[in-house]
């Protein structure tokens, strides 16, 4: 019954397809993609493959968006770690340089 009814809905997506013909009226062809929803008002509904593809994709898109989630995490963790480094590194010479003054200032008096 479920499949049925998904079937039956699939076909109302073909109206989109009518869309399509904005872009004849305003000379925008950005439109024209809605006319691939007409082939979806003459389909039989939902194929085994095309589930089987459908999920694929998504489960494809889960990983890839993941993958990026983590790689950018790490590029902004690896920002900050260089950018608190770069802050300690220069307090560091800082300090060093002003000790090297005040040694050489002790010896020369």
Do not use: H
Not at 3 to 16: Q, S, T, W
């Amino acid at each position: 019954m479920v499949k049925e009814m998904r079937g039956n809905l699939m076909g109302y997506l073909g109206f989109l397809g009518f869309l399509g013909l904005l872009g004849f009226i305003t000379d925008n062809p950005g439109f024209f993609g809605f006319f691939g929803f007409l082939s979806s008002m003459w389909g039989r509904g939902s194929d085994e493959r095309v589930d089987q593809n459908v999920n694929r994709a998504c489960r494809n898109a889960f990983v890839f968006t993941m993958a990026a989630s983590a790689l950018l995490f790490s590029y902004i963790a690896t920002l900050r770690t260089a950018v608190s480094l770069r802050t300690a590194l220069f307090e560091l010479f800082q300090l060093y340089s002003w000790q090297y003054q005040s040694q050489s200032c002790l010896l020369a008096v």
